[in-house]
């Protein structure tokens, strides 16, 4: 299987985060992905390419063209407002505030565009971003031109940006553009499968609406887990996207024995949809010593998912989320994709 990579990740990084009540250095960190690429050559997955540079024309359809815009202004617009280091949101529109005017100080902006402090920029953040998008259009036009499955190692990862807004870690919804992309291509029906342990927020609303593109997510309760606002069984889509989203929330603690129920029923509702091509949203926070999540996955389990997904007999993007236990997070991610080729 190939792997689309971009060194360019490392950019994003020196960033902190708000964690609990005190600001730490950020878990989403460049050894996230360099671990994966370690792996990949550890075992011989197959070549690891560079993305070809893509423009933002697909994305301006499943995120606001405004919102892409703030991406690329808001570092300089920061340092310009005479501020440094990180830049964090920390208010937002929510309840009874306007979210129709957008504010032109740049910590108003910040926050319009964000819902949560999760998504935090430095200088390199948003050509990290470009060539993490490009990472995902580049891995999908491999699908599209024959090969059965590639991986888009993408950092910083997507599924939490929605359609103006980012946070938890995302910028681009990597997964939702190239979900658009193969439909450009002529794609009828779509699937993405978000088997990162928090819930796709983001992707969900991008596709709430819409039949062409159906979204299944396995995840943790937003009773108890983050994003908190989203992700309960009852969100079943919206208008023509009425019976294309599809929540299976589970509880904490959630083992293989369990999660691998949800897994089964995923795969029911994508072999039921009948898509043209698969997209995985391949987080690996599911694992038992994340230090952020809490399921109960170990090591083993994910080859298994790998060989049940390649059981769809669909043409395959995997696409990387999120998974912070950063010396496993190769073993589990590329164990997926090994599992995948039941090699
Ligand atoms: N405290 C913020 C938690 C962000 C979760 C990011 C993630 O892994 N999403 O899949
Ligand atoms: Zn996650």
Redesign the pocket.
């Known amino acids: 299987m190939k792997t689309v990579f971009s060194p360019r990740h490392a950019g994003h990084s020196g960033n902190v985060e708000l964690d609990t009540n005190e600001i730490v250095p950020a878990y989403e960190k460049p050894s996230r992905a360099e671990f994966i690429r370690a792996r990949i050559e550890a075992v011989g997955l197959g070549p690891i390419v560079e993305p070809q540079a893509h423009g933002l024309e697909t994305a301006r359809k499943v995120h606001d063209p405004a919102y892409l815009e703030f991406l690329e202004s808001v570092y300089p617009e920061w340092l310009a407002a005479g501020r440094s280091g990180t830049a964090m949101p920390y208010v937002w529109p929510t309840r009874a505030l306007r979210a129709d005017v957008v504010p032109t100080s740049i910590e108003g902006k910040i926050g319009f565009y964000a819902f949560d402090a999760g998504a935090t920029f430095v200088a390199g953040t948003w050509d990290a971003v470009r060539s993490s998008h490009d990472s995902a259009l580049s891995a999908a036009s491999l699908v599209e031109s024959g090969e059965p499955a590639a991986f888009a190692l993408c950092r910083p ?1 997507g ?2 940006a929605g359609s103006n807004f980012a946070g ?2 995302c910028f681009i919804n990597n997964a939702a553009v190239a979900a658009q992309w193969f439909l450009d291509q002529g794609a009828k029906r779509v699937s993405i499968l978000d088997v ?3 819930h796709g927020n983001g992707t969900q609303e991008i596709f709430y609406r819409r039949s062409d593109v159906q979204v299944v997510n396995l ?1 943790a309760d937003p009773l108890f887990e ?1 994003p908190h606002f989203l992700g309960h069984a009852d969100e079943g889509g919206e208008g023509a996207g009425e019976g294309f989203n599809h929540n299976l929330p589970m509880a904490r603690g959630t083992d293989w024995s369990g999660w691998s129920k949800a897994l089964e029923r995923g795969f029911k509702l994508v072999s039921d949809y009948t898509p043209d091509v698969l997209i995985v949203s391949l ?1 690996v ?2 694992f038992e010593r ?1 230090p ?2 809490q399921f109960k996955l170990v090591s083993d389990d994910y080859p298994k998912i790998g060989r049940e997904i390649a059981r769809l007999r669909l043409p395959t993007l995997f696409v990387m ?4 236990a950063v010396e496993e997070i190769g073993i589990n991610a590329v164990g997926v994709l090994t599992g995948f080729e039941d090699r």
């Open positions: 990862p599924h939490h938890g870690y990162d342990y928090h995840h983050y987080g926070d599911t994340d952020i999540s989320e999120g998974g912070y």
